[in-house]
């Protein structure tokens, strides 16, 4: 698994969005389904507003958009 900070994403108000929890996509922070063979699954987040989200890559899994700042 890749440790990383976080990763800016853009979401758009109503659209729900699968987020990679295990480190492995091509497409971090969005799962590619590259977890199958690991424990980890995606993380689904339903953006709330048009903005743009930190998406957690520190390992602490509590939660997968980022509130370190
Ligand atoms: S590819 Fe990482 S959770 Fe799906």
Redesign the pocket.
């Known amino acids: 698994m890749e440790n990383k900070r976080f990763t800016k994403l853009d979401v758009v108000s109503g659209k729900s969005y699968?987020l990679?929890?295990?480190?492995?996509?091509e497409k971090?922070p969005l799962?590619?389904?590259?977890?199958k063979d690991?424990s980890?699954?995606?993380e689904k987040y339903l953006a709330t507003a048009d903005f743009s989200i930190s998406v957690c890559g520190c390992n602490d899994y509590k939660t997968a958009v980022c509130d370190c700042a």
Not at 20 to 25: A, F, M, V
Not at 31 to 35: I, M, P
């Open positions: 699968f990679c929890q295990c480190g492995r996509s971090y799962c590619d389904g590259s977890h690991t980890f699954s995606p």
